[in-house]
């Protein structure tokens, strides 16, 4: 094994902050926030989501924020450095490595989908087509092999690009361009969504009260949003928190962090539901909203082509600095471990997930990775409810390995790293070490309620449960 490289460092504090937002916001705040709030009932959904977005998602990500800071290390190595080698808490490292190459392998596919939606925009495809033939846009986008690969392919060329450059003038530097423009994009639709009929109903129902729309499972829902939304679980935030150093304030940075990723995700409700409130469409559309239900009503607006464009673009944007935190959990590893140069490590991860992505690109037809895998997957999930290979993985990264990840942090560095380490880690370079032990007590004790009832709710445990006991 050759030497390893001397550590990488962010530029500036600044750099980190926009940095990790970045892999923070991504399609789970422009894309799912919305639509799952919209099937919620809006209202009291969203303040239950702020709650443990505060008491849940903000804990751990101090936690994996303070891992990496304290080891200077990638997942794998932060966990056996804070711990013993050959430790078995480093399989926590091992599973965030995996399940970066995991989610980012079908990630990039959605991602390919926006990119395209981008350019049907960009060259006005929209215009004289009727609501139903616009719908049926993203239909024959899913199951067309060739076009996703095309995207996924292109995406993903795009992220490896990026990372390739390095901390400071790959991802820091990328992350200082496109961080600020999405904001921009957002207030600049959220602008005109202002001028909407629909927006004084669209602030109604985010946020005033609807407590009669709030269920049991809406609440485990806004639960495990509000820890997959913030990119814990899969070492990404580790990753990031090793380029610090060690005197950085992990305190307010995670604050500021998670502030920004909440931020976003609330203006992007700001911006769809005005628009589809406006042209008397269903808030409760699902997953649908963004690529059937939006275009619609984009087509409807004068400037379509702009608005329609900006809009596709903010969502290849936000992928993107999401999916270049996923790489670099994966780059990171090598460049650690490995001793490999970052060009080599970055080309052949980013090439290796690239393949990995080939049968979720080819998920939406009816070949081997499509209907066929999900009639094999029968046999697992039952009878018409299997799942191709896209809808696998993605059912695997998100019910199994983030949750497993998250319980993993959070019951580390509560209970197996040194109190005497753990307390000087949290109070270094802060002004909120009066905070220390009640970080320590939800790590403890709420958090992992939090995320097991996450897990049981996402495997299908927890309604039953629920039943049993006349909530569900």
Known sequence: MSATPERAHWKSRFGFILAAAGSAVGLGNIWKFPYITGENGGGWFVLIYLACILLVGLPIMMAEIFIGRTAQKSPVGAFRDLSTPKSPWMLVGWLGVAAGFVILSYYSVVAGWAMHYTYLSATDAFAGKSPEQISSIFGELYTNTSLNLFWHGMFMLV?????????????????????????????ILFGRAMTTDGFGQAFDFIFRGHAEKLTAAGVLEALGHAFFTLSLGMGAMITYGSYLQKDDDVVSTSVTISVLDTLIALLACMVLFPITFSHGMEPAAGPGLVFKNI????????????????????????????????????????????????????????????LLGIP??????????GEQFAKATEVIFGEGNGKNWFDLFDYLASNWMLPLGGLGIAMFVAWRVGPEARERGFKAGSKFGSLYWGWVALLRFLVPIGVVAVFLNAIGVMPRILQVIGLG
């Open 295 to 354: 275009p619609v009503a984009l087509s409807q607006m004068p400037g379509t082509t702009f608005w329609a464009t900006i809009f596709f673009a903010l969502i290849v944007f936000a992928a993107l600095t999401s999916a270049i935190s996923l790489l670099e959990v994966a780059v990171s590893y090598f460049i650690d471990e490995k001793g490999w140069s970052r060009s080599k490590s970055t080309v052949v991860c980013g090439l290796a997930i690239a």
């Open 159 to 187: 992220t490896i690009g990026v990372v390739i450059g390095g901390v400071q003038q790959g991802v820091e530097r990328c992350s200082k361009i496109l961080m600020p423009a999405l904001f921009l994009m957002m207030l």
């Open 360 to 369: 979720s690109a080819m998920s939406g037809g009816t070949g081997i990775f």
